[in-house]
């Protein structure tokens, strides 16, 4: 709806948690334009889960947690 052109992650994004296990991560969107992955999340994951709190500090990712963050996204 908001007519910015995305493809779906083919590859993995691969980071490591707190114990240096090596994981496998799809973030939501990827945005070719900007060259950016998108994510979105619920309010309560994006400030709880124990894994988007190391891809926050890890990873360069716009997240994006409500509707409102949704529907005012821009390039």
Known sequence: ELGIDFERPKIPIEYKDVENNTHNYFP???IPKINKFV???NPYLF???PKVQILKERI???WLTD???ISKFEI
């Open 28 to 30: 939501d969107f990827y």
């Open 39 to 41: 994510e979105i999340k």
């Open 47 to 49: 400030n709880n889960d």
């Open 60 to 62: 360069d990712i716009i």
């Open 67 to 69: 509707l409102d963050s």
